[in-house]
Structure formats: C-alpha cells, structure tokens
C-alpha cells in the first residue's frame, strides 16, 4: 500500500539558511499534519491542512510557513534557520472522516534536518 | 485539552514476557486514542485505535489495548514479548485535527 512521502530524508544546513520540507500524502487523503521531533523528544504539533486550507496551528515558530496544493501535497518552509531547528520533522496524513470515525494518522517515514 | 500520559519512559522484559505500557488519558468528553511505536530513525507505525465500538482494541504484531473508562486508562499489552518489539511506544490522543502525544515508552527486550 501506498504511504506518506516526505522528502529530502536528510537534510543539512547552516545557521540563518532556509529550508523546504515535502510531504505527499497517501492517495485520496485529505487532511495533512506536521509534527517536530526533537532528540528524545515526543512529536509536536506543528501545523495541519485540510482540503488545502490550513485547518489547525500547534507550535509553530512565526520562522515557519507552511500550505498545501491543489494535489494535495505540502511544503513546509523553515527560514532563518536555528541549531533549535535541528529536529525529526514527520508529515502524515489522514482519510476523509467518517461521521463518528476517529481520525487515524499515517506517518511518513520523516525528515531529518541538521542546522550546523 | 486532552492529553495523555504515559507512565514509564523506560521498561524492560525478557523475551516471552509480558509486555505492559501505561497509558491514562485525559479528555473532558469521549476521546479518540491510539498507540504508535517508532523504530529507530523511522517514522510512527500505527500499533492500534480505540473507536468506541469495542474497549478491548487488538492490532498489529500481536498488540492489544483496553480501553478502560472507569480508570481513564488505554494500557498496550502483548503477552509475549519478542526481540524485535523493542522500539519506542507513543500513546497518542485527539479529539479534531491535532493529535497529542505521550513523551513516549522506551521498550527493551532481553534475551
């Protein structure tokens, strides 16, 4: 079965640079999440989308911006980099919600962004 | 809000044990909850969901949960603990579009 996409896997940058995360979300889901994972840390909500408007804010710095497309799959943008950047950052995404249903997310497999 | 605590970061069974994480939730109104594990340097693989049709959940790998009203808990089991069950286990919870996580519960199995 399909499942999230998140490119680049890796990902290394200096202090001050910019970054740009992909997710693509598995076929036919519509809501879209992402989440910081610091070193032995638990995810943190960062942002989510549905039907490409941004649908809920958690923690995210005012450096980050993020959107999805008209495909559905979304980027989000990291500027002014700091060494507290330096994070696990996972996209997942969820299907269209049944009345009553819960809202499962499937996790892609993460970016790891390193700020030197 | 809701949240979800586990109790425990670190827990160790010998291979063929029980395996028992903790988990109490903490919802004004009926939440929905799941369990995650990550290996390392890999995404969450969903383990299992409580949808209210059942408090006893089974998922993958063997992994079960009951969903206990009463003490506010969703506790993850497996009777038997395999080698390859060592990862990081995440109880997590939501009730609309953020899900909240645990810190998490290191497992470790030993020969």
């Known amino acids: 079965a399909a499942g999230v996409i998140q490119s680049p896997r890796h990902l290394i940058k200096e202090k001050r640079e910019t970054a740009t995360l992909k997710c693509y979300p598995i076929?036919?889901?519509?809501?879209v999440y992402w989440y910081q994972q610091g070193p032995g840390q638990d995810p943190q909500f960062l942002i989510s989308f549905y039907e490409k408007m941004q649908s809920d804010k958690g923690s995210i710095p005012d450096r980050f911006s993020a959107q999805q497309f008209s495909d559905y799959h979304s980027e989000l943008n990291m500027s002014s980099l700091e060494l507290g950047d330096s994070a696990l950052y996972f996209c997942?995404?969820?299907?269209?919600?049944?009345?009553?249903?819960?809202?499962?997310?499937?996790f892609g497999p993460g970016t790891r962004l390193t700020v030197t | 809000a809701q949240s979800v605590t586990q109790l425990g970061s670190h827990v160790s069974v010998s291979e063929g044990a029980l395996v028992l994480l903790r988990c109490n939730y903490s919802s004004s109104v009926p939440p929905y909850l799941f369990w995650y594990v990550q290996y390392p340097n890999q995404g969450l693989q969903l383990l299992l969901k409580y949808t209210s049709a059942a408090t006893l959940v089974k998922g993958i790998n063997g992994f079960e949960a009951e969903f206990k009203k009463s003490e506010t808990s969703f506790h993850l089991t497996k009777p038997s603990a395999h080698m390859s069950d060592a990862a990081e286990y995440f109880c997590a919870v939501t009730l609309g579009n953020d899900m909240r996580f645990g810190a998490g519960t290191r497992l470790t199995v030993k020969p």
């Open positions: 997942a995404s969820s299907p269209p919600r049944l009345a009553g249903g819960p809202y499962e997310q499937y």
């Open positions: 076929p036919r889901h519509d809501t």
